[in-house]
């Protein structure tokens, strides 16, 4: 083994904590991050994409006050085991399992309550939501190769919730 290779878990581990913290610094200012409204080459969501358990986390997910309260009604993602994804050059449309689903435009727009900003920045999309009293921060990471997506997803408000979504590709209908 190389002296060097050794590191590459606590390196991972450090760029994982470097993102999981450009997350919370980018909700504290709901979006202050230039954002591009066109996908950088590669990064296509379409097809159905299957959560991967054992990799999400974050706060409770499967509790009871997550699922019967707005968040699970607003970010539906957060309680979901599979979604299909349809993307285009303007947006993405989102079907999750139990039949919700939600509409992503790149740019801005207003969904219900929610100001809503996304777009790319450094090669991962960027979801802005701010309500009266809530903002959240989405970021969704493709791998190089396309089959695993990470959504880390934070919620600040009334109670601070921090979530990690991993998905895999699908390669069936």
């Known amino acids: 083994m190389m002296p060097g290779r050794a590191w590459a878990p606590v390196l991972e581990k450090v760029l994982e904590k470097m993102l999981v913290l450009l997350v919370v610094l980018s909700a504290a200012g709901c979006g202050g991050v230039p954002l591009e409204e066109a996908a950088p080459g590669g990064f296509n969501l379409s097809g159905h994409w299957i959560l991967i358990q054992e990799e999400s986390g974050g706060s ?19 309680v979901t085991d599979e979604m299909r994804i349809e993307q285009d050059a303007r947006s993405m449309g989102i079907e ?20 809503v900003r996304a777009g790319w920045h450094d090669g991962l999309l960027h979801i802005y939501s701010k309500a009266p ?34 998905f895999r590709r699908s390669a069936g209908v």
Do not use: C, M
């Open 60 to 78: 409770p997910v499967r509790g009871a006050s997550i699922r019967s309260g707005f968040l699970a009604q607003d970010f539906p993602l957060l």
């Open 96 to 115: 999750y399992g139990r039949g919700s689903y939600r509409d992503v435009t790149w740019g801005e727009r207003q969904r219900g309550v929610w100001d």
């Open 133 to 166: 009293d809530t903002s959240a921060s989405e970021i969704w990471k493709l791998s190089d190769d396309g089959r695993r997506l990470e959504i880390n997803i934070d919620v600040r408000g009334a109670r601070d919730h921090e979530f990690r979504r991993v």
